[in-house]
T-cell receptor, first 117, second 112 residues
Framework: GAVVSQHPSRVICKSGTSVKIECRSLDFQATTMFWYRQFPKQSLMLMATSNEGSKATYEQGVEKDKFLINHASLTLSTLTVTSAHPEDSSFYIC?????????????FGEGSWLTVV | QKEVEQDPGPLSVPEGAIVSLNCTYSNSAFQYFMWYRQYSRKGPELLMYTYSSGNKEDGRFTAQVDKSSKYISLFIRDSQPSDSATYLCAMSPLNAGNMLTFGGGTRLMVKP
């Protein structure tokens, strides 16, 4: 069964509005979650590392004020795309490394398709 | 030059064929190597996970890592139409999600 759950799987929003995407770890607690973005026919690009109880760490070139990340609990991280524009349309994916599992396999969510019109 | 190179394909094979997917990399610090399968409009699914050099087999899938050549492979035996997907290699110097480097993905099509 799914280890990581993302919601919504698909969202369409108007330009200028904000959209929130949730990432939940289902079977374990996760102090760290990761957010990726994937444009069509391209590979995943890490956007930020979400840390429970502290500020997220953003990769170079990712605007922290535009992509707000909140990791309020050990099982939930949210990504909010603020003042969305058509160029923000993309596939957003979260991933988790279960801290208590040997081998520390990285699990991905199902992804969320964002279309800004 | 990208840190991880992967032929984008598409690679088209008949059902039952042996498929070979490959990635090359330039960073000798990479220690952890992974292969993910991604169906259209879905998140990546971990297929194989290996540490350092060697082979690992799981059912119809075999992963090979040759660190001396900086080359990794994923073999799929008896390929099925359900194997049609994009396959992404990923690697990391440490087992940390914020240090994963992905290849661009190879699109595989298995025709019945």
């Amino acid at each position: 069964g799914a280890v990581v759950s993302q919601h919504p799987s698909r969202v369409i929003c108007k330009s200028g509005t904000s959209v929130k995407i949730e990432c939940r770890s289902l079977d374990f607690q996760a102090t760290t979650m990761f957010w990726y973005r994937q444009f069509p026919k391209q590979s995943l690009m890490l956007m930020a590392t979400s840390n429970e109880g502290s500020k997220a760490t953003y990769e170079q070139g990712v605007e922290k004020d535009k992509f707000l990340i909140n990791h309020a609990s050990l099982t939930l991280s949210t990504l909010t795309v603020t003042s969305a524009h058509p160029e923000d349309s993309s596939f957003y994916i979260c991933s988790v490394i279960p801290g208590d599992r040997a081998g520390n396999t990285i699990y991905f969510g199902e992804g969320s398709w964002l279309t800004v019109v | 030059q990208k840190e991880v190179e992967q032929d984008p394909g598409p690679l088209s094979v008949p059902e039952g064929a042996i498929v070979s997917l490959n990635c090359t990399y330039s960073n000798s610090a990479f220690q952890y190597f992974m292969w993910y399968r991604q169906y259209s409009r879905k998140g990546p699914e971990l297929l194989m996970y290996t540490y350092s050099s060697g082979n690992k087999e799981d059912g119809r899938f075999t992963a090979q890592v040759d660190k001396s050549s900086k080359y990794i492979s994923l073999f799929i035996r008896d390929s099925q139409p359900s194997d049609s997907a994009t396959y992404l290699c990923a690697m990391s110097p440490l087992n940390a999600g914020n240090m994963l480097t992905f290849g661009g993905g190879t699109r595989l099509m298995v025709k019945p």
